[in-house]
């Protein structure tokens, strides 16, 4: 849970297309993340996300905390 806190959105962003999703433009500062599964996630490109964004995104993903923590 430690590694989870200090996260910015580039480096999450980063990690989901790493997990095989694929990055399309959202509105604004935000980015639309397109998983294998289906599931589109949106996340703001920003300096730091809150921990409960990033957690609510991983759960949505389908991943795991572990497997999300082996991407970045």
């Known amino acids: 849970m430690d590694k989870i806190r200090k996260i910015g959105g580039h480096e999450a ?3 989901f297309v790493r997990a095989g999703g ?3 433009q959202g509105k604004g500062n935000h980015v639309n993340i397109k998983m294998p599964s289906g599931v589109t996630l949106t996340l703001p490109w ?3 996300l809150k921990t409960g964004l990033l957690m609510a995104a991983i759960k949505k993903s389908g ?3 572990e497997k999300y923590i082996g991407y970045l």
């Open 13 to 15: 962003i980063r990690a």
């Open 22 to 24: 694929v990055m399309r």
């Open 63 to 65: 991943l795991t905390e």
């Open 46 to 48: 920003v300096e730091e």
